[in-house]
């Protein structure tokens, strides 16, 4: 990178198209990509998955790259890389953008699109690796006072039509639904959806657990597609000596849960506050965590080495 510019962290759609980004292993501008039709149809169908950084270190890559390749095996995309050239790719856009990121932590996301509609024929898929900053300001209200969510009349597809496992752009079509229905009462609110059966199950890229008389709950991993942060809070309750267990939870277990919190890459994991405008246990604006999310929060930021709380209380300046 020979020119060093500021970093800008929410900025325009003009300011991040100056990111650099790897197209088919080509390093370039956000804005030099050039898909031809074809290729904009596979994007449509194609898949991704994405990590995010601690002071500029990614997190855990191997494990979603292989989560990737599971989502291209189930779509019969072929791909032109092995897992250890994305990961490679992913560290080399990092370093490209130095100076955008320096001071600030980004996601970092693979995509993949196949040519055509046929791409176990077709030929080998389109990748394109960038970075895009996180919205920590945008978040700071939900680690100080605790997230407020909101049930969605939008329920989650069916596994029998398509798998919530699959990381696929369609597949987010229904999250992102339920998403624009919840935030069009208040943009502060994260969505969850129930699934067909009407147990609840996810959120937009976000686990959802609850504690009860000191058990930790999460929704079955046959309905969700199984996070990597939701993985690292399973491993944290067995290192804390809680008792964990994947389980058929509706409405009511939410209204009557000691605690509730959720995981993703971006969030790690933060507790929940309301859900339907219904105070969860004891919690409040001014102590929205409660013992346990605390206690699992505090051992994820031992885990990860970084405080990331206090990213999101006090996030990087010019956001």
């Not at 292993?25 to 050039?34: A, C, N, Y």
């Not at 990748?127 to 919205?135: A, E, L």
């Not at 999460?218 to 309905?223: E, L, S």
């Not at 995981?263 to 919690?283: A, D």
Request: net charge negative; proline share 4%; charged share 25%.
């Amino acid at each position: 990178v020979e020119e060093k510019v500021e970093m800008r962290w929410g900025g325009t759609k003009q300011q991040m198209a100056e990111f650099y980004v790897l197209h088919n292993g080509e390093l370039m501008q956000e804005k030099d990509i050039k898909l031809s039709r074809q290729d904009a149809d596979g994007f449509v169908h194609g898949c991704f998955d994405t990590t995010r950084t601690f002071g500029g270190t990614p997190f855990r890559m191997e494990e979603h790259v292989a989560r990737l390749f599971q989502t291209m095996k189930f779509l019969g995309i072929r791909s032109p890389y092995s897992a250890e050239e994305y990961i490679q790719q992913a560290k080399r856009v990092l370093q490209a953008n130095h100076d955008f990121v320096s001071g600030g932590d980004v996601w970092v996301f693979w995509k993949v699109s196949p040519i055509g509609f046929h791409p176990e024929s077709d030929g080998e898929a389109n990748v394109i690796v960038n970075i895009d900053p996180i919205p920590f300001a945008a978040r700071r209200a939900a680690f100080a006072h605790g997230i407020q969510c909101q049930v969605s009349s939008v329920r989650r597809a069916a596994p029998e039509a398509m798998s919530p496992r699959v990381k696929a752009n369609a597949n987010y079509l229904n999250l992102m639904l339920a998403e624009r229905e919840v935030q069009s009462v208040n943009k502060q609110l994260v969505q969850l959806q129930l699934d067909a059966d009407g147990h609840l199950c996810e959120g937009n890229g976000a686990n959802l657990f609850l504690v009860k008389d000191g058990i930790v709950r999460t929704p079955r991993g046959r309905t969700v597609l199984e996070g990597i942060s939701r993985q690292v809070a399973i491993e944290l309750c067995g290192k804390l000596g809680y008792t964990f267990a994947e389980d058929d939870l509706d409405v009511f277990d939410a209204y009557v849960a000691d605690e509730a919190f959720i995981t993703s890459t971006s969030w790690c994991l933060c507790g929940i506050r309301t859900i339907n405008g219904r105070t969860i246990g004891q919690s409040t604006p001014e102590s929205p965590h409660g013992p346990v999310t605390r206690a699992l929060m505090n051992a994820y930021k031992e885990l990860v080495n970084f405080d990331f709380e206090e990213q999101y209380l006090n996030p990087p300046r010019a956001q």
